[in-house]
């Protein structure tokens, strides 16, 4: 059973915008946990992008603020990453995941390529 489901990844040009979204399934509510959004670029470490708590407070890369911001729809059960003002260096796969009961769940990972 998929428990984070993204999407909204693709291509797009230097300075461009997307918006990635994370529908969680009905056992996992987004906003009663904190729910994060990872990157990985090939050969790299997994890093944190940014992460909404169950409060609402939100936290982010030095990389990505001012052009990243994270926020929830609690009636849809989603996060989304909206992205503003992407570079090249953005290109990377993007995973959701949050800790649930003991236990970390991860998306299946949208790509998201920036390049002209």
């Known amino acids: 059973q998929v428990q984070l489901l993204e999407s909204g990844g693709g291509l797009v040009q230097p300075g461009g915008s997307l918006r990635l979204s994370c529908a969680a399934s009905r056992s996992i509510i987004v906003s009663l946990n904190d729910m994060s959004w990872y990157r990985q670029a090939p050969g790299k470490e997994r890093e944190l992008v940014a992460r909404?708590?169950?409060?609402?407070?939100?936290n982010y890369a030095e990389s990505v603020k001012g052009r990243f911001t994270i926020s929830r729809d609690n009636a849809m059960n989603t996060v989304y990453l909206q992205m503003n003002s992407l570079k090249p260096d953005d290109t990377t796969v993007h995973y959701c995941?949050?800790?649930?009961?003991?236990?970390?769940?991860w998306g299946q990972g949208t790509q998201v390529t920036v390049s002209s």
């Open positions: 909404i708590t169950s409060g609402g407070s939100t």
């Open positions: 995941y949050c800790y649930v009961r003991a236990h970390p769940f």
